[in-house]
Nanobody
């Protein structure tokens, strides 16, 4: 069972940048995708960005052009570079892993991801 540990959250003013890291422990089976999700108070958890082991990426419309997901295959770390941050980006950010294969499934749906980290808080002030 892979374990995930997030880091890099914090407080920033609108227009600023942050980079989040998700360190995945080595496991017998490597996840097919690792994603970032976020959940603001009183709102449902939503997908932000996903990266497949082959390097394909998927983004929510709300973050396209501002966020970039990438991975370092050496130490099994996934990053989320967040630029031009807005107050509405304020949330608890989680990374999650899945072993789902195939083509006909949503890469940004929380229900498709079975392993989750503890989360890291991002706060953007106006």
């Amino acid at each position: 069972q892979v374990q995930l540990v997030e880091s890099g959250g914090g407080s920033v003013q609108a227009g600023g940048s942050l980079i989040l890291s998700c360190a995945a422990s080595r496991s017998t089976y490597r996840p097919t995708h690792i994603a970032w999700f976020r959940q603001a108070p009183g709102k449902e958890r939503e997908g932000v960005a996903t990266i497949a082991t082959c390097g394909s990426t998927y983004y929510a419309d709300s973050v396209k052009g501002r966020f970039t997901i990438s991975q370092d295959n050496g130490p099994n770390t996934v990053y989320l570079q967040m630029n031009s941050l807005k107050p509405e980006d304020t949330a608890l950010y989680y990374c999650a892993a899945t072993f789902v294969i195939g083509t006909n499934w949503s890469r940004l749906a929380p229900s498709n991801f079975g392993t989750w980290g503890q989360g890291t808080q991002v706060t953007v002030s106006s």
